[in-house]
């Protein structure tokens, strides 16, 4: 059974930086693509950002040049480095693998004050 494991959130002022973590239990190399989701309250899942087994990343438009998304797979940890924060990146922040199947992380909150 694979497992997903976020960390890293916390409360930050606009303009700040937090770096999420997400360790699997097992290679990372398994999965096709890691990516990061975020649900802000009374909003649909969004995704944030995606790196594959080979090292492709892909921003969505409202992160990118302020978000980086990274692998180690000695450490079977994926990141999510987050710069010049703003209240809209406020959510909860979802880790997601998959390969034939979608695994979920339970969650980290970052909240972004203004």
């Known amino acids: 059974q694979v497992q997903l494991v976020e960390s890293g959130g916390g409360l930050v002022q606009a303009g700040g930086s937090l770096t999420l973590s997400c360790l699997a239990s097992?290679?990372?190399?398994?999965?096709?693509?890691m990516r990061w989701y975020r649900q802000a309250p009374g909003k649909q899942r969004e995704l944030v950002a995606t790196?594959?087994?080979?090292?492709?990343?892909n921003y969505a438009d409202s992160v990118k040049g302020r978000f980086t998304i990274s692998r180690n797979n000695a450490k079977n940890t994926v990141y999510l480095q987050m710069n010049s924060l703003k209240p809209e990146d406020t959510a909860i922040y979802y880790c997601?693998?998959?390969?034939?199947?979608?695994?979920w992380g339970q969650g980290t909150q970052v909240t972004v004050s203004s």
């Open positions: 997601n693998a998959n390969n034939a199947n979608n695994y």
């Open positions: 097992g290679n990372i190399f398994r999965f096709n693509a």
């Open positions: 790196i594959t087994s080979g090292g492709y990343t």
